[in-house]
T-cell receptor
Framework: SQKIEQNSEALNIQEGKTATLTCNYTNYSPAYLQWYRQDPGRGPVFLLLIRENEKEKRKERLKVTFDTTLKQSLFHITASQPADSATYLCALPRGGSARQLTFGSGTQLTVLP | DTGVSQNPRHKITKRGQNVTFRCDPISEHNRLYWYRQTLGQGPEFLTYFQNEAQLEKSRLLSDRFSAERPKGSFSTLEIQRTEQGDSAMYLC?????????????FGNGTRLTVT
């Protein structure tokens, strides 16, 4: 069955360092992958989308890679700040469409001042 | 763009009661989704509308759950005969069909507690 795995443990890093979050998937061949940020008590907020034919995508301090051979996406936050502390979710379409976006369980990131 | 609005934000109910949640999507969005999220997990897909048509339903959506989107605008999710296992955050999202891979815009959810 299709499965998405994200860093199972919470991630604590020092301010100014680069945070790297992992999303692995099995039994999928997604056309794209999305990353969302979720703060406590709030709904997820879309950050980035990367397509299967794109190796890397950047937006300000964020960088996402997508390796369809390894079935893995890496999400990097450079020059991290305490305001980056949140849960980060990766999501993939089920069945090749956005109609059923399937989410990982998320990685809780804490950036320590 | 006023964002996706969900009401109420919190609902506490006793087991066996019926509850109804409302979602107002972004006005020009024609796709509307309901997800459920429990602590420590990612959102799980429940159902999806394109305009007023309910096109997909998850197997998670038991007979006690029903969703409607009259006139293709706001949507309601009703849970009948609530059970303690229904306690969760219920999230609504909307998107615009026709934009390839369009991201979901989520509301801040309705937190349901069944006692």
């Amino acid at each position: 069955s299709q499965k998405i795995e994200q860093n199972s443990e919470a991630l604590n890093i020092q301010e100014g360092k680069t945070a790297t979050l992992t999303c692995n998937y099995t039994n999928y061949s997604p056309a794209y992958l999305q990353w969302y940020r979720q703060d406590p008590g709030r709904g997820p907020v879309f950050l980035l989308l990367i397509r299967e034919n794109e190796k890397e995508k950047r937006k300000e301090r964020l960088k996402v890679t997508f390796d369809t051979t390894l079935k893995q996406s890496l999400f990097h936050i450079t020059a991290s700040q305490p305001a980056d502390s949140a849960t980060y979710l990766c999501a993939l379409p089920r069945g090749g469409s956005a109609r059923q976006l399937t989410f990982g369980s998320g990685t809780q990131l804490t950036v320590l001042p | 763009d006023t964002g996706v609005s969900q009401n109420p934000r919190h609902k506490i109910t006793k087991r066996g009661q019926n509850v109804t949640f409302r979602c107002d999507p972004i006005s020009e969005h024609n796709r509307l989704y309901w997800y459920r999220q429990t602590l420590g997990q990612g959102p799980e897909f429940l159902t999806y509308f394109q305009n007023e048509a309910q096109l997909e339903k998850s197997r998670l959506l038991s007979d006690r759950f029903s969703a409607e989107r009259p006139k293709g605008s706001f949507s309601t999710l009703e849970i009948q005969r609530t059970e303690q296992g229904d306690s969760a955050m219920y999230l609504c999202a909307s998107s615009l069909a026709g934009q390839g891979n369009s991201p979901l815009h989520f509301g801040n959810g309705t937190r349901l507690t069944v006692t």
